[in-house]
T-cell receptor
Framework: AQSVTQLDSQVPVFEEAPVELRCNYS??????LFWYVQYPNQGLQLLLK??????LVESINGFEAEFNKSQTSFHLRKPSVHISDTAEYFC????????????FGAGTRLAVHP | DTGVSQDPRHKITKRGQNVTFRCDPI?????LYWYRQTLGQGPEFLTY????????KSRLLSDRFSAERPKGSFSTLEIQRTEQGDSAMYLC??????????????FGPGTRLTVL
């Protein structure tokens, strides 16, 4: 069965420290990978996505994620976090072969402390 | 702003009542999705429409659930004879067809259902 695992349910970090949110998936077919962010009392917003090509993808607010096919991972990183990055982060995959649904991980709550 | 909108934002109902939620997708998007999110979990796929055709339904969607998308525009999700286990956030998303599974899905703010 296809699944997504986010290894950390909560990640506390101090402001300006680096952070990595981990995501692993299982699939026997090609995948497309997404990170969504959900700020308090707001809807899900796309942060970045990997479709093909370069395995390193970046967002406009300093996050990046690297697709590692051999390790079936798509970890999200930021070298220096801000208070405003406090949110819930969801990793999601869509599987090639005609399926359109997203399979989400359980989410990682990033709490940035001053 | 022409994002995905959902109505109502909150719904409190008594067990056994029927409820209906509405989703208005981004106007040029022909694909529409419903997901359910419970506390502490990621969204779970419920169903998918391309235009007015419902092409996929999750096994999570019991016989008490029905979704429609008349004329390929807005969509409704109805839950009959609600149960306490139906309490969740119901999310709607839309996308435009192009790269199939690679389409970016844009999410609405959700409808939070509480069944007493």
């Amino acid at each position: 069965a296809q699944s997504v695992t986010q290894l950390d349910s909560q990640v506390p970090v101090f402001e300006e420290a680096p952070v990595e949110l981990r995501c692993n998936y299982s699939s026997s077919v090609s995948v497309y990978l997404f990170w969504y962010v959900q700020y308090p009392n707001q809807g899900l917003q796309l942060l970045l996505k990997y479709l093909s090509g370069s395995t390193l993808v970046e967002s406009i607010n300093g996050f990046e994620a690297e697709f590692n096919k051999s390790q079936t991972s798509f970890h999200l990183r930021k070298p220096s976090v801000h208070i405003s990055d406090t949110a819930e982060y969801f990793c999601a995959v869509a599987f090639s072969g005609g399926y359109n649904k997203l399979i989400f991980g359980a989410g990682t709550r990033l709490a940035v402390h001053p | 702003d022409t994002g995905v909108s959902q109505d109502p934002r909150h719904k409190i109902t008594k067990r056994g009542q029927n409820v209906t939620f509405r989703c208005d997708p981004i106007s040029e998007h022909n694909r529409l999705y419903w997901y359910r999110q419970t506390l502490g979990q990621g969204p779970e796929f419920l169903t998918y429409f391309q235009n007015e055709a419902q092409l996929e339904k999750s096994r999570l969607l019991s016989d008490r659930f029905s979704a429609e998308r008349p004329k390929g525009s807005f969509s409704t999700l109805e839950i009959q004879r609600t149960e306490q286990g139906d309490s969740a956030m119901y999310l709607c998303a839309s996308s435009s067809s192009g790269r199939g599974a690679a389409d970016t899905q844009y999410f609405g703010p959700g409808t939070r259902l509480t069944v007493l």
